[in-house]
């Protein structure tokens, strides 16, 4: 009987230790989750050496990008209508999404006076460029870069662990695409601020310039200023109408008042369409282009993202503000264009492309003169 007491006694024992155990990993799980939240580092050593060592590289050419979309990121077929995100998958989407959620800048006095962009207002941009936004010296302009730098990393540490953690949700290609597009706009900002310095890009900006001859007079061609600036789209304010972000112009119509041209618009966008004609090209090509610019829609999964190929659409339309007939498509009231062609089929989506080339095609062919009535009386 001792025996078999002594036996059950050793037995719970073991039973108790194997408890003991199973609740410290379940403790420890759990706050290494917790910490990974609060730290917003959830990539161990040897992940973030790697992912440094991918973004890494030596090319500075600046070759314009075009993301385009591709036959279906989401098959929205396969998709389980009651589908929820894991635990974990809300954490690292949000944490990626926070990062891209347009940031509302300090409210500015009128600073700005000559075509009135109206700086009082809530304005808002996502991507950091490399430039202070008041001008300061270099130590602010260090700064800002160094901003930007960990921008593009934090960003993309997230991004990857949320492409590991969900490799069974239906949203996988979704988080992949981003990643992707994510990680070549982070090569490409490189690249750029290695070749180009802007004067007060935040705010006004004369022009580009090579580094290291800003204040030189350094002329760069047109065709690649043009390149320039859909690069800097990315940088693009916004406001809130309607609860809806709407991309700033200012003088960024191209226009002083409403039909008189600007000579000297502020923002890119304005600056593809002072361009004009010569631009249309460029813009053309960025249609299909799936670059982010900001989240639209920061709460949900998956969020829906203001697109290159959204602004492609805003700037074409007020580059022929007197094009004969309408344009293409319509927006419905409060969509995006990567919204509302994102639900078009494939051969959809390629036949309303088609219609806004042909469109801008059109519009571009030298207009004839007016008749006028020549016989005599």
């Given amino acids: 009987m001792t025996q078999n007491k002594h036996l ?20 420890s799980t759990r706050e290494s989750l917790q910490e990974a939240i609060h730290k917003h580092g959830p990539i161990v050593e040897n992940q973030i050496t790697n992912m440094q ?16 979309t591709t036959p279906s990121v989401i098959d929205k077929t396969t998709i389980k209508q009651d589908y929820q995100p894991t635990e974990t998958e809300k954490l690292f989407f949000h944490l990626m999404m926070e990062s891209l959620k347009p940031k509302p800048l300090p409210k500015l006095g009128p600073i700005i006076s000559d075509g009135g962009i109206d700086w009082k207002r809530e304005t ?17 302009y260090e700064g800002s870069a160094s901003y930007s730098e960990q921008f593009y990393k934090q960003i993309i540490i997230n991004l990857s662990e949320l492409v590991r953690q969900s490799s069974d949700s239906p949203y996988r290609s979704f988080y992949q695409e981003t990643f992707d597009i994510i990680a070549q706009m982070q090569k490409e900002d490189e690249d750029f601020y290695n070749k180009y310095d802007i004067n007060k890009v935040s705010l006004s900006w004369s022009d580009i310039h090579y580094r290291g001859t800003l204040g030189n007079h350094s002329t760069v061609p047109q065709d690649e200023r043009i390149v320039a600036y859909i690069h800097c789209l990315r940088y693009s304010y916004f406001h809130k109408l309607d609860e809806r972000y709407v991309m700033e112009y200012g003088i960024g119509d191209g226009m002083v008042g409403f039909n008189t041209p600007c000579n000297d618009p502020i923002l890119s966008s304005a600056k593809l369409i002072n361009v004009g004609v010569s631009a249309a090209p460029a813009v053309l090509n960025i249609l299909e282009d799936r670059r982010l610019i900001i989240a639209v829609d920061e709460d949900k999964i998956p969020s829906r993202f ?13 580059m022929f503000t007197k094009a004969q007939r309408p ?20 051969t959809e989506k390629q036949r309303i492309i088609s219609e806004i080339k042909q469109w801008v095609g059109e519009n571009m062919k030298p207009q004839p003169p007016p008749e006028t009535d020549n016989d005599p009386k």
């Fill in 327 to 346: 344009f293409p498509i319509e927006i419905p009231q409060g969509e995006y264009f990567s919204q509302y062609i994102e639900n078009q089929t494939p």
């Fill in 306 to 318: 203001y697109r290159y190929q959204d602004a492609a659409v805003e700037i074409l339309q007020r």
């Fill in 124 to 140: 808002y941009k996502a991507f950091p460029s490399r430039e202070p936004l008041f001008p300061g010296g270099t130590e602010q």
């Fill in 8 to 27: 059950f006694i050793g037995f719970a024992l073991v039973v108790v230790g194997i408890l003991s155990f199973l609740g410290y990993s379940y403790y």
């Fill in 53 to 68: 060592n991918h973004l890494s590289h030596t090319d500075v050419t600046i070759v314009p990008a075009i993301t385009k």
